[in-house]
């Protein structure tokens, strides 16, 4: 089945939102009539931590739908790490952008010792937004991964591949902006890839926020229990 890619703007026109959270409020009404055209059943939402998890709040809310942390860590290339040329989820095998590697004359080999360092930190991310809770089952689930933003795709399509090992019946990719580029490697991992708006001068996800800070892990953590079923909810308070 050919994946669907769904945009909210027409070309040429562009959009720029206050924060996370006016982007997710955005994003959920879109998924939210995709939702009533009955194309989202037993919708679960996962975020991409950290900045993904307050756009998904937003769209779980709105589905009426149950949220959870999906931790994927960026493996960035070394002496210019922001570069990311692969990245890992919860199952700790690096996904590699094979492209970037060669353009930057690397090895696998080249990134054993960042992909140990983050590995570490993506055990130590999961250990502390799961607490303790086991990990949502997404078998036979529509499953909505929600972003940010999507720029090269090398995070999102660790979770994807991640994912889709485990069952999914349906797999959405859903961010309130995605670069073309991005878009397109993106397709082929996903049954349905929804954006707001896919811009040309697309160079970073941040100058489509005008506020656009890190959130803490306290952030996430509260947004992750007041989504949280009422049972978990009740478990935690007596721990």
Not at 64 to 83: I, N, Q
Request: charged share 30%; hydrophobic share 40%.
């Amino acid at each position: 089945m050919p994946t669907e890619v769904v945009t909210a703007r027409e070309e040429g026109t562009v959009m720029r939102f206050r924060d996370r959270r006016q982007a997710g409020r955005e994003l959920a009404a879109r998924l939210r009539e995709r939702q009533d055209a009955g194309t989202l059943p037993d919708p679960l939402v996962l975020a991409l931590p950290r900045g993904g998890v307050a756009v998904a709040a937003e769209v779980a809310e709105a589905l009426g739908a149950p949220l959870d942390a999906l931790v994927v860590r960026k493996v960035g290339a070394p002496r210019h790490e922001e570069y990311g040329v692969g990245a890992m989820a919860g199952d700790g095998v690096p996904v590699y952008d094979e492209e970037a590697l060669r353009g930057l004359g690397l090895t696998r080999a080249d990134l054993a010792p960042v992909v140990e360092r983050e590995r570490a930190e993506l055990l130590r991310r999961e250990q502390l937004y799961r607490q303790g809770r086991p990990a949502p089952d997404p078998r036979g689930r529509t499953v909505v991964v929600v972003d940010d933003g999507l720029a090269t795709g090398s995070t999102a399509r660790a979770a994807l591949r991640a994912l889709r090992a485990r069952g999914p019946a349906r797999l959405v990719l859903a961010v309130p902006v995605a670069s073309p580029e991005g878009a397109v490697a993106l397709r082929s991992e996903t049954d349905e890839l929804i954006s707001l708006q896919e811009p040309a001068a697309f160079m970073a996800v941040g100058q489509w926020y005008d506020e656009f800070d890190q959130l803490t892990d306290e952030e996430v953590l509260e947004a992750l229990r007041r989504h949280q079923p009422r049972k978990q909810q009740q478990q935690q308070q007596q721990l």
